[in-house]
């Protein structure tokens, strides 16, 4: 089989492993690549969950349509980065959101019921691995957390200002680039786009910040 991957630089999931390493634990989750144009579906609602993946390039999104069709996007999901192995490592086994290439993007597809089992190969790195999965997991639930904070203000120039300050915090600065545009940004506060606008070229007139498209500079 040939190497998956040419780096594990910046793979969490694989933190601790040599690329050696990685590439043989690979073949034990029989791993392979996905490839999708944006707005294509990576895993669907409804779907059994049994697999779960790591971002190779581009982003995803997670997102949920509502009873009354409107669309919220859960969470954005970048490179290196874990998709849906809450799902998969849950006792639900079904998916309860869709999750969609926000931009053409390579995954990594892997057995998720072959993580927490031996192979016939008895790999050290299985409990690496799973100690990894556990950590991301970890932190996947206190950034959700964070989400939740944010939707718990009632109007929209609360839930802008508590996401940006949110995203500084993370970001160690007060001038950062979000992953959203309007419409996404919208959908992930859960509110509407002509209210979110509104209030974001309001709080710019008032100097709360300065911004030009997804760039903003909280003053």
């Known amino acids: 089989m040939k190497e998956i991957l040419k780096s594990t630089q910046g793979y969490e999931l694989f933190a601790g492993m040599s690329l050696e390493e990685t590439n043989r634990m690979l073949e034990c989750l029989d791993a392979h690549v996905i490839s999708r144009d944006k707005g294509a579906a990576i895993f669907v609602e409804g779907s059994h969950a049994t697999r779960f993946g790591v971002v190779l390039s581009g982003s995803l999104v997670v997102v949920k349509d509502g009873l009354d069709g409107k669309r919220s996007i859960i969470k954005r999901i970048g490179e290196k980065e874990l998709v849906a192995a ?39 790195f299985h409990t690496r691995l799973v100690r990894n999965v556990m950590r991301i997991l970890a932190a996947k639930t206190l950034e959700l957390n964070a989400k939740i904070e944010i939707l718990s203000h009632r109007t929209t120039e609360e839930r802008l200002l508590a996401y940006l300050h949110s995203f500084a915090d993370k970001c160690g600065s007060n001038e950062f680039d979000i992953p959203f545009d309007r419409q996404q940004l919208a959908d992930f506060l859960c509110v509407e786009r002509s209210a979110l606008s509104a209030e974001i070229s309001r709080l710019a007139r008032a100097g709360a910040f300065a911004c030009h498209k997804n760039h903003f500079k909280l003053t």
């Open 86 to 124: 809450a799902q998969t490592f849950s006792a639900v086994k079904t998916m309860r959101v869709r999750v969609e290439a926000d931009a053409p993007c390579k995954v990594l597809i892997l057995n998720a019921e072959r993580v927490g089992a031996p192979c016939c190969n008895a790999c050290a």
